[in-house]
């Protein structure tokens, strides 16, 4: 299916345990990103990819660790889980006029 | 530092009823601005601006942006249940970094 696809959905984790979410677009868009969402913030930008093997920080990447070594997957490690990332998680890519957002990645850090 | 400030944070009305979202910036090299709406899942594309006083519409919906305010609303006019969302404005900063507002929930009744 075409699209932009997150895995797991749903993910509850133990504090100290290092956590992959993943994130794989179908349309080789060049543009990918993290963001992670909280009440009363919004949506903010953790790290943003430009094309494979480039990545840089967003507003909130402390903890967070991204890779992108082929254009169409954008995974993002949290390496060793805090209950303050305890967040709901999208991931997006972009055309030159939009964004395309995934499903979300709803995690738990306990 | 970029802000985006977005207003009401939450609004309640009746079918009907005609509701304007304030969105407004400040981000550095601003291109242009997105409205999302966002259900109880992904957000999904509204609206992309890019000059001043050019409305656009779809349907119901209406946005303009206003560069020398740094702004923009975005009108539903005839609201129905199915508008009821968070509505996120996005502008971006240089060519690809969208800056999320924290978003409207709008609630509207039956």
């Known amino acids: 299916d075409a699209g932009i696809t997150q895995s797991p959905r749903y993910k509850i984790t133990e504090t100290g345990r290092q956590v992959t979410l993943m994130c794989h677009q179908t349309?080789?868009?060049?543009?990918m990103f993290w963001y992670r969402q909280d009440l009363g913030h919004g949506l903010r930008l953790i790290y943003y990819?430009?094309?494979?093997?480039?990545?840089d920080k967003g507003e909130v990447p402390d903890g967070y660790v991204v890779s992108r070594s082929k254009t169409e997957n954008f995974p993002l490690t949290l390496e060793s889980a805090t209950r303050s990332q305890t967040s709901v998680y999208f991931c997006?890519?972009?055309?030159?006029?939009?964004?395309?957002f995934g499903q979300g990645t709803r995690l738990t850090v306990v | 530092e970029d802000k985006v400030v977005q207003s009401p944070l939450s609004l309640v009305v009746h079918e009907g009823d005609t509701v304007t979202l304030n969105c407004s910036y400040e981000?550095?090299?601003?291109?242009?601005l997105l409205w999302y709406k966002q259900e109880k899942k992904a957000p999904t594309f509204l609206f992309m601006l890019?000059?001043?006083?050019i409305e656009k519409k779809s349907g119901r919906l209406s946005s303009i942006l206003d560069k020398k305010e740094l702004s923009s609303i975005l009108n539903i006019t005839a609201t129905q249940t199915g508008d009821s969302a968070i509505y996120l404005c996005?502008?971006?900063?240089?060519?690809?970094?969208?800056?999320f507002g924290t978003g409207t929930r709008l609630k509207v009744l039956a």
């Open positions: 349309w080789s868009h060049s543009y």
């Open positions: 996005a502008p971006t900063s240089g060519t690809y970094k969208y800056i």
């Open positions: 890019t000059s001043s006083g």
């Open positions: 981000v550095t090299n601003f291109r242009s």
């Open positions: 997006a890519s972009r055309t030159d006029t939009e964004a395309f």
């Open positions: 990819s430009a094309a494979a093997d480039i990545t």
